[in-house]
């Protein structure tokens, strides 16, 4: 604590209030950084070979997993049909300001498009405030 708060003799100087409103601004500034990381992650995809039928299934099913994002705090920003340069058919980016929401998302989301992604690679980041 001495680190935080300078020298141990300018520490002892200070009164009990100044000690307790520099301690309550230190929580203030650590609670700040806590709360207002939001999380970016990147999925990459692999589809499985889809007949036309399925590919249109899985266009209406996709329609419809959008509108549950929302529940678990997770957005979607982007749905890239291509990532060129690579072996994945493209990738889609999330953000959520909850971590463990964005697990429980999802665990959610893969039982839903497990039938036609055969593999997939995350890349989670955070962003600083």
Partial sequence: MVAIFGSGDLYKSLSQEKKSKRADFLLLIFAYFLVSWMYTIIVFYRFKELTPEQEEKV???????????????????????????????????????????????????????????????????????
């Fill in 59 to 129: 266009r209406a099913e996709w329609e419809q997993l959008k509108k549950g994002f929302e529940k678990f705090g997770v957005r979607l920003v982007s749905n890239n049909a291509h990532a060129f340069g690579t072996d994945w058919n493209g990738f889609v980016i999330f953000e959520a300001d909850d971590f463990e929401k964005y697990v429980k998302f999802w665990k959610w989301f893969k039982d839903r498009v497990r039938w036609y992604i055969i593999k997939t690679m995350t890349v989670i980041g955070v962003k600083k405030p």
